[in-house]
């Protein structure tokens, strides 16, 4: 059974830190893409950080290039999103997902090639 379930969200102050958790089934991870999106009100989705698990390659959206760091726990079947120098519009809510190996050299920042979901987990940075 395919299965995500994302932690790690809260409230923090601009400046501060957060690590968002994204446990998976052994199928889910094994050799896929793993991503970080988030969903703003009124915003699209966007993708923030994804990481291939089968070599650790990693991709990250400008926005928070030097901010944040993907990685893998290959013992747990987790995927982390350390979030460093947080900023208020970072504030959205964030959704772990698993898809196919990467087409490129890097792993998509493109929520149409990712098939499974977590259910979400909310960060909100105030000013």
């Known amino acids: 059974q395919v299965q995500l379930v994302d932690s790690g969200g809260g409230s923090v102050q601009a400046g501060g830190s957060l690590r968002l958790s994204c446990a998976a089934s052994r199928y889910t991870y094994s050799s896929n893409s793993m991503g970080w999106f988030r969903q703003a009100p009124g915003k699209e989705r966007e993708g923030v950080a994804a990481?291939?698990?089968?070599?650790?390659?990693?991709y990250y959206a400008d926005s928070v290039k030097g901010r944040f760091t993907i990685s893998q726990d290959n013992a747990k079947n987790t995927v982390y999103l350390q979030m460093n120098s947080l900023k208020p519009e970072d504030t959205a809510m964030y959704y772990c997902?698993?898809?196919?190996?990467?087409?490129?050299?890097?792993?998509?920042?493109?929520?149409?090639?990712?098939?499974?979901w977590g259910q979400g987990t909310q960060v909100t940075v105030s000013s």
């Open positions: 990481i291939y698990t089968g070599d650790g390659r990693t």
């Open positions: 997902a698993a898809g196919p190996p990467p087409l490129r050299w890097y792993p998509s920042l493109q929520s149409y090639e990712y098939n499974y």
